[in-house]
């Protein structure tokens, strides 16, 4: 149904599925447990992600871990090209996935 939402439609491999004509936007949790969002659609589509407040993303939020990273890529969905990084102590890295000042450039 155009313009339709469906919530855990099992056709679909998403989550969450909103969308119409290949336009859709999901959620979706695949075989590592890793969850996505995921807007489909041309180039010339954007996913914005937007608040008249502030803002927030927590890498590590149960704490237990000293290796995770804000990570921002292009090209393909989990197997892109890394463009820079935050560590969890926040460094910043481009051209590096190991950033060992505040800003490391490689």
Known sequence: ISGSTRIASTALAGILYLGNDGNN???ERDNSYDLSLVQNGDSN???YLASAGSVYVSIDSNNNDTDKAF???NNALKAGTELFRVSETGNVGIGTSIPSQKLHIK
């Open 45 to 47: 589509s954007a996913l």
């Open 25 to 27: 936007i999901y959620l």
């Open 71 to 73: 990570i921002v890529q």
